[in-house]
């Protein structure tokens, strides 16, 4: 089956050294909710189902952001817009094996923001997002333990950080040490 026929609206992507593969979350609103998933072999895509371990405690959601933080060797999920509409606040994190619920305080509720994880620091850095109409701008960083938020834009000019967004996507460049974003609306 081609994989653009299994692709929903509102997914994350990312590449985990957790096991030699390319990571496709597809956390989707269903009627019913349901979660999926998809990694990358050489030559395949291969769908995991909502019956997989490794969803026992993840809700469904859309929107979310994801990032792989290389010094913890987790990935990071961050937010979302649950199957009953509501936005959430929650962090967990992947190991390999298991989700695990890790913070409900730090960034407001969001959704359709972005992330990068900041080899230089070993931080994920989060920036804008979506809220019931409301654009972000702010900027907040993941250690592992707790969010922590570096920048909070006041109108200025020039400004001091990018415009308000949602639907971007943000990497980090090593060789420069900087995150890179580009595009939303």
């Known amino acids: 089956m081609a994989l653009s026929a299994l692709l929903p609206f509102g ?3 990312l590449f985990t050294l957790l096991q030699p593969y390319l990571l496709f979350l597809s956390v989707i609103v269903e009627s019913a909710g ?16 909502k019956h997989n371990p490794i969803y026992r405690h ?3 959601r859309l929107g979310h952001a994801m990032a792989y933080d290389g010094a913890r060797e987790v990935v990071v999920l961050q937010g979302g817009i649950h199957a009953n509409g509501n936005l959430s606040p929650s962090t967990w994190e992947w190991n390999g094996s298991t989700w695990a619920h890790r913070s409900g305080s730090g960034p407001a509720n969001r959704a359709w923001h972005a992330m ?23 900027t ?46």
């Open 11 to 13: 997914v994350d992507m």
């Open 34 to 49: 349901n979660t999926d998933a998809f990694r990358f072999e050489p030559g395949f895509w291969n769908r995991y189902l």
């Open 58 to 60: 993840l809700n469904p």
């Open 116 to 138: 990068a994880y900041d080899s230089n620091r070993n931080v994920v850095v989060l920036f804008g997002g979506w809220n019931n109409g409301t654009k972000y701008r702010d």
């Open 140 to 185: 907040w960083e993941w250690n592992g333990a707790g969010w922590n938020q570096t920048f909070s834009a006041p109108p200025a000019t020039p400004p001091a950080s990018p415009n308000r967004r949602w639907g971007h996507a943000m990497a980090y460049d090593q060789n420069n040490g900087v995150a890179v974003l580009f595009g939303g609306s």
